[in-house]
């Protein structure tokens, strides 16, 4: 009888292993770093309408920015990502080394400076909201309640305000193109996470440049500068987000302590 | 008797050789083993929707009728809901079956979520039902 069973379960769980086999395969087929190509026979795409404006004549960024989809869904497009581990001076290098995937602060809830998917407005995730007004640009994130409050009247970064782990941002107009200067970041969490070991220092600064395209398109471009850690600029390799089909990013708790502790009891040895 | 052991608890441990997908996130490597899948029948003690990542909470019952608790680890919320999560298919004492990896340390209840069934036979994934649906 013992002998069924085992026969049984290794012959289920072979069939269920091919069968999920399949939708793996796809998935990294899915995750290019660009757009499938349309078809060839398929009908011209009609123009895209023009980007939204403010007031003021500027253009307008508000809407949920993502990739085209979530994490895992349809339509995603995290793409491979680009990383700056060769900038790293060697003395980072070699105290980056007793690091790991296990000490990614976010399994804390400890935000990101730039972002898992180098973009600075989503944080963790991939899902952001901007919130446009006269005076200020708004830029919230979904997975830690995150949020920037970006000045566009001029006005220098603030003095007096602690250094924190997203930093404290200025933004003005060159054009039609916003661009954000953030500086003031904390030293103890990560450029991104999802495991990517990506110290930074108190000196880390970005400089983003937002256009918005058309109505369903924005192009995010960025640099990074810590000249602690780095030996040079790290030049972000442009995003281009698209508008989603939802107007409201959705509020929700970050439970770190629980996930820190369920993945420490999984793992053999105990978290460093 | 293999329908009462299968009932209970039935962890079939298939070498695999697919890697985890890259946006299987955070420290998933570290905590299982992603070349490894195991199943497991519970019913659902409580679900949480939280960040990073979710848990899905079951209570399963040995042969011997003792409960254990076993935690899954699946998706970020939001993409699990937008993806089709739906937290009312979900509720206490719902009857499941989870097929996951198992964790590295193999006394540990705590494995991370492929794939959970619920006895209408809806397929939830780690991102939800709706996981890589076509374009």
């Known amino acids: 009888m013992r002998t069924i069973l085992i026969t049984f379960t290794i012959a289920a769980a072979t069939a269920l292993a091919i069968q999920w086999s399949a939708p793996i395969t796809a998935i990294g087929q899915q995750r290019g770093a660009t757009p499938a190509a349309p078809p060839a026979a398929a009908a011209p795409a009609a123009p895209a309408e023009p980007a939204p404006k403010m007031a003021d004549g500027r253009p307008d960024l508000s809407g949920v920015w993502w990739t085209g989809g979530d994490v895992g869904g349809r339509g995603y497009r995290g793409g491979q990502l680009v990383t700056f581990n060769s900038l790293y001076k060697p003395e980072v290098t070699e105290a980056a080394k007793k690091l790991s995937d296990r000490n990614d602060p976010t399994l804390k809830c400890v935000p990101t400076a730039l972002g898992t998917l180098n973009v600075h407005m989503f944080d963790v995730g991939a899902v952001g909201q901007i919130v446009a007004t006269p005076k200020f640009v708004v830029m919230l994130t979904e997975t830690f309640h995150g949020y920037r409050i970006i000045p566009t009247d001029g006005r220098k970064h603030r003095e007096e305000v602690p250094p924190s782990y997203r930093g404290d941002a200025v933004g003005h107009w060159e054009g039609d193109v916003f661009v954000v200067e953030t500086k003031n970041f904390t030293d103890d969490t990560w450029m991104s996470a999802e495991g990517r070991v990506s110290p930074h220092s108190d000196e880390l600064r970005l400089v983003e440049r937002y256009r918005r395209v058309d109505k369903n398109t924005l192009e995010i471009e960025a640099t990074v500068y810590d000249p602690k850690v780095l030996t040079g600029p790290w030049t972000v390799p442009k995003k281009s987000l698209v508008l989603a089909p939802f107007d409201q990013i959705m509020p929700l708790i970050c439970s770190g302590v629980e996930t820190q502790a369920l993945m420490d009891a999984a793992a053999t040895q105990p978290a460093k | ?135």
């Open chain 2, 1 to 135: 008797m293999p329908q009462k052991v299968l009932a209970a608890l039935m962890i079939a441990l298939v070498s695999l050789s697919i890697a985890v997908p890259a946006w299987a996130h955070h420290s998933f490597a570290a905590a299982y083993d992603t070349s490894k899948t195991f199943e497991v029948k519970g019913t659902i003690n409580r679900v949480r929707l939280t960040n990073p990542h979710s848990w899905f909470f079951l209570d399963v019952k040995d042969a011997a009728g003792k409960v254990t608790e076993w935690a899954f680890e699946a998706g970020t919320p939001s993409g699990m809901i937008r993806n089709g999560y739906k937290a009312s298919e979900m509720k206490s004492g719902t009857p499941v079956t989870i097929q996951g990896r198992p964790a590295k340390d193999p006394t540990a209840k705590v494995g991370m979520l492929v794939t959970l069934t619920t006895g209408e036979g809806k397929v939830y994934k780690m991102f939800g039902p709706e996981e890589n649906a076509a374009r």
